[in-house]
């Protein structure tokens, strides 16, 4: 049976678009859905629940961490640093920048002792990298005024990023912005990622009066979520792995998706702290 050739076209184009998208895009969106959701809920919630959700978050990073590290004594490290990152946590719940900075480094500290030699600089890495993310975003959250806020831009930022540099680079194509750490990364779909996120977290945000500080700053912060998506990748590299868990099912581990919003929360803690005038150092982020 003949094919139209004017018929054939419009599909041949629409297959031509589904395999620049790839095969992942279900897997990608369903994790986002469901992890975005349950971000979303705990954000709105704030307070011990916020707090308990990512430290959750961060003992998983921690185990994937540790797993790459080394097999050695791993539930003892995995053990001890859970303890310490919540203890950092609850400095970080009652707004202490000393304090929670202070447990992340006694837990460091500690993970590396029972790493031992051979490990002890990346596993010791590892605690302070899982720790960061929930002392960053409970020092953000705890702020009665700007908490809420300053967690949903850095969703709309990150997020944002994440959804158009993955668009833009299979669409667009182009150099390679890093091939022998992460070889489906491109240029194009890293500077599409980082002015639309910057874009996305202007959106929400609402301060019309510092409308170019804040884009600025979520440029800023989107181009630090892209290199720590890069870190991992890189970090994956250097011990030889592909995932850093299985526990997504086909889509990799909980590190695999936190990678660059992990960066992206511990850069805006830290700008925040240093433009805070107050005890809460969310408006750090809006008040310069």
Do not use: C
């Not at 076209?9 to 959701?37: E, H, N, Q």
């Not at 003992?59 to 797993?67: G, S, Y």
């Amino acid at each position: 049976m003949a094919v139209n050739e004017e018929n054939a076209k419009p599909w041949a184009a629409a297959r031509g678009f589904g395999s620049r998208i790839g095969p992942d895009l279900g897997p990608r969106v369903a994790a986002a859905i469901v992890l975005g959701l349950a971000a979303a809920a705990a954000a709105w919630v704030g307070g011990f629940v916020f707090v308990a959700f990512w430290w959750i978050a961060s003992v998983v990073a921690l185990w994937e961490w540790q797993r790459m590290v080394s097999a050695d004594r791993l539930n003892e490290r995995v053990a001890a640093g859970a303890l310490g990152v919540g203890v950092a946590a609850m400095f970080a719940l009652h707004k202490s920048v000393l304090g929670s900075t202070g447990a992340l480094l006694l837990t460091a500290g500690a993970v590396g002792w029972i790493a031992g030699p051979p490990a002890r600089i990346w596993a010791a890495t590892g605690a302070l990298y899982a720790g960061a993310l929930v002392v960053g975003l409970g020092l953000l959250r705890a702020s009665p005024h700007y908490g809420l806020a300053a967690i949903f831009w850095l969703f709309a930022v990150v997020w944002g990023a994440d959804i158009a540099a993955y668009f833009a680079g299979r669409l667009i194509g182009g150099p390679r912005l890093w091939p022998a750490v992460s070889p489906g990364k491109t240029w194009s779909g890293a500077l599409v990622g980082a002015f639309a996120g910057a874009s996305f977290g202007l959106l929400l945000s609402g301060w019309s009066n510092r409308v170019d500080r804040l884009f600025w700053l979520g440029l800023a912060t989107a181009v630090v979520s892209e290199l720590g998506d890069l870190f991992e990748s890189a970090l994956k590299r250097r011990f030889g792995i592909k995932d850093s868990s299985n526990l997504i099912p086909g889509h990799g581990g909980l590190m695999d998706r936190l990678d660059a919003f992990v960066a992206a929360s511990v850069f805006a803690a830290l700008v925040a702290t240093f433009n805070s005038n107050g005890s809460f150092i969310a408006s750090g982020l809006f008040q310069w």
